[in-house]
Nanobody, 117 residues
Framework: VQLVESGGGLVQPGGSLRLSCTAS????????MIWYRQAPGKGRELVAL????????NYPDSVKGRFNISRDNAKKLVFLQMNDLKPEDTAVYYC???????????WGQGTQVTVSS
């Protein structure tokens, strides 16, 4: 089982980044896909969730209207499009797969996003 994130980096405030997560080794369509983030000295925060079909998406107020999560079930990919980035979005972003059938989940290794001028 693997979840591999990519697309992080340094961006100026107001800029955009697109994170990708490539999944392998499990039945992708049995899992909700979630992006979390963790800033230095803070707990892990859910920033976006997409259901197995891709039709249902949830976001916290902190990113609503700026972030968009999507998935490609045929290619086993999950994306997080992040627009109008703010310094407070700086964190390590993690891809998570959460089974709809029980307490089974997988994590990626994380990708750093830094928003700074």
């Amino acid at each position: 089982v693997q979840l591999v994130e990519s697309g992080g980096g340094l961006v100026q405030p107001g800029g955009s980044l697109r994170l990708s997560c490539t999944a392998s080794g499990f039945t992708f369509t049995d899992y909700h896909m979630i992006w979390y983030r963790q800033a230095p000295g803070k707990g892990r925060e859910l920033v976006a969730l997409v259901s197995t079909s891709g039709l249902t998406k949830n976001y916290p107020d902190s990113v609503k209207g700026r972030f968009n999560i999507s998935r490609d079930n045929a290619k086993k990919l999950v994306f997080l499009q992040m627009n109008d980035l703010k310094p407070e979005d700086t964190a390590v972003y993690y891809c998570n797969a959460n089974s709809i059938y029980g307490p089974s989940e997988y994590w990626g290794q994380g990708t750093q996003v830094t928003v700074s001028s």
